[in-house]
């Protein structure tokens, strides 16, 4: 087990294995883990890049792979979106939030080990979206190991994870629809054309040579979009660095769009693809065209594309339990953000004082809840907010 230097990284022997071994997992974000994106971090952030660890057997053949980046994750104290304080944690990101490995107990424990043994300036390693049935999970909270190395900490719990399957054709999935639904896709879809004069545009960005028309139109979308930084942070990022998207492109997997109305942008999506799997990173819409959905429409188009060019097989909607990611997933499971932080003084009051933070914060929103209405039929407001935030207003 050893880190992979950086020409070995680009050897097509290497490159070989390391992509057999991205075919053969079942991992939604294996894109994170392929030598593609590799590549692209290290054009576009190799400050932040190192060198991947791997496990090979006694002959040499490639086992197990661990991509790695060095990040800053803060724990944030935060009440109805103003933050009172943060602790800011040096972390070791494990790309793809599950190690490209076996499920093997010992495999496992013995790469994590390595990476904290390797990195004494790091408080934690973070493993960013990891399935609560996956070996990862289990082996995590089993392995006497690292218990006795990190204490492993979910600052948000177990979240839910909604991502669509789709079928072999466009067709298909229309008619796996249910008629209501159908109806009001149709509906949503007709008077925003209707809106537009008939003039209703979806564009697919994932060519370096269309990325400045996506930064044009998302910057339009962008400054109207009510959500603001903290509410599409990857959005604002990649339009503060717009070679980043220029580099995702060149390497194959920048699939974004833009949906225009009678010309005007009223809403963007900004996406990847990595072989058949589409991440639906983030979404940005015009709250002037609000009452049309665009941000549905958008998706419901979208949909469209990805079935007649390049298919896709699953679409990730990432975590996070919002109404339109229950209403157009239909493979629903639970991750987890992991921490795994080492077992030292400054890190037993990070977790003591934010899990008391936590505790605090559901007992607060189970009372809201569970409170009478204001007046006749209003909810106070705080109850309010929460509806938003979670997509259940």
């Given at each position: 087990m050893s880190p992979v230097a950086p020409a070995l990284c680009r050897s097509q022997a290497f490159r070989h294995s390391w992509e057999a071994l991205v075919s053969a997992t079942s991992n939604l974000y294996a894109q994170e883990q392929s030598p593609e994106w590799h590549d692209y971090l290290e054009a576009t952030r190799f400050e932040e890049l190192l060198p991947p660890v791997a496990v090979h057997d006694a002959a040499g053949t490639l086992l197990g792979l661990a991509p790695i980046v060095r990040r800053e994750y803060d724990l944030e104290f935060n009440v109805h979106g103003c933050i009172l304080g943060r602790f800011r944690l040096r972390t070791l990101c494990v790309l793809g939030s599950v190690p490209l490995l076996p499920d093997d107990p010992g495999l496992y424990d013995r790469?994590?080990?390595?990476?904290?043994?390797?990195?004494?300036?790091?408080?934690?390693?973070?493993?960013?979206?990891?399935?609560t049935d996956s070996f990862c999970w289990k082996h995590l909270q089993s392995s006497q190991r690292l218990q006795g190395r990190f204490r492993m900490f979910a600052p948000w719990g177990a979240c839910p994870f909604h991502s669509l399957e789709l079928p072999a054709t466009y067709e298909r999935y229309v008619a796996a629809l249910p008629g209501a639904k159908r109806y009001k896709l149709r509906q949503k879809v007709r008077r925003l054309r209707e809106h537009g004069g008939g003039e209703l545009r979806i564009e697919r960005v994932d060519t370096a040579s269309e990325v400045s028309k996506f930064l044009?139109?998302?910057t339009a979308v962008a400054s109207r979009a009510w959500q603001g930084p903290r509410g599409n942070p990857k959005l604002y990022k990649f339009l503060a660095q717009p070679d980043s998207l220029v580099e995702l492109a060149r390497r194959g997997l920048l699939r974004s769009y833009t949906l225009s109305c009678a010309a005007v942008p009223c809403a963007i999506v900004l996406g990847t693809q990595y072989?058949?799997?589409?991440?639906?990173?983030?979404?940005?819409?015009?709250?002037?065209?609000?009452?049309?959905?665009?941000?549905?429409?958008?998706?419901?188009?979208?949909?469209?594309?990805?079935l007649h060019h390049r298919p896709a097989r699953r679409i990730n909607f990432g975590s996070g339990d919002l109404a339109w990611k229950r209403e157009f997933g239909n493979?629903?499971?639970?991750?987890?953000?992991?921490l795994l932080l080492r077992r030292t003084p400054a890190n037993a009051v990070r977790y003591v004082s934010y899990s008391a933070y936590r505790s605090i914060v559901r007992f607060a929103k189970d009372r809201l809840r569970a409170a009478p209405a204001i007046g006749r039929g209003t909810p106070p407001p705080a109850i309010d907010e929460i509806r938003r935030i979670r997509g259940i207003g």
């Open positions: 790469v994590l080990v390595a990476l904290d043994e390797a990195h004494p300036e790091c408080d934690a390693i973070h493993l960013g979206s990891v399935p044009e139109a998302s072989r058949d799997i589409y991440h639906y990173v983030e979404i940005g819409y015009d709250p002037r065209f609000a009452e049309f959905s665009p941000g549905t429409v958008l998706l419901h188009l979208l949909i469209e594309d990805l493979v629903h499971a639970e991750s987890a953000s992991v």
